[in-house]
């Protein structure tokens, strides 16, 4: 069965940074390529950034700069350390194995003063 777990999430003030992860579970991990994506209230969900088996990766315009995505295979992990972060950043993070309808609960990132 597969499984995806978020982790890392919580409540920073602006300017703050956190650690995301995404533990995989049930599936070739290093044969996937994983997405983040993220939803705030009232809001559709939109993406964050991915990476392909290769380490390849890509970013919302949005986040470029401030997020990293990077994965380690051996742990069945992907990191998205998360900087500078902004009140608009307040969001319900998910990640996904691409192209599938395998996704984590989520983790929830408040940004506020």
């Known amino acids: 069965q597969v499984q995806l777990e978020e982790s890392g999430g919580g409540l920073v003030q602006p300017g703050g940074s956190l650690r995301l992860s995404c533990v995989v579970s049930g599936s070739a991990f290093s044969a996937n390529a994983i997405s983040w994506f993220r939803q705030a209230p009232g809001k559709l969900r939109e993406f964050v950034a991915s990476?392909?088996?290769?380490?390849?990766?890509t970013y919302a315009d949005s986040v470029k700069g401030r997020f990293t995505i990077s994965r380690e295979n051996a742990k069945n992990t992907v990191s998205l350390p998360v900087d500078s972060l902004k009140v608009e950043d307040t969001a319900v993070y998910s990640c996904?194995?691409?192209?599938?309808?395998?996704w984590g609960p989520g983790t929830q990132v408040t940004v506020s003063s």
């Open positions: 996904r194995i691409r192209r599938t309808n395998y």
């Open positions: 990476i392909l088996s290769s380490g390849a990766t």
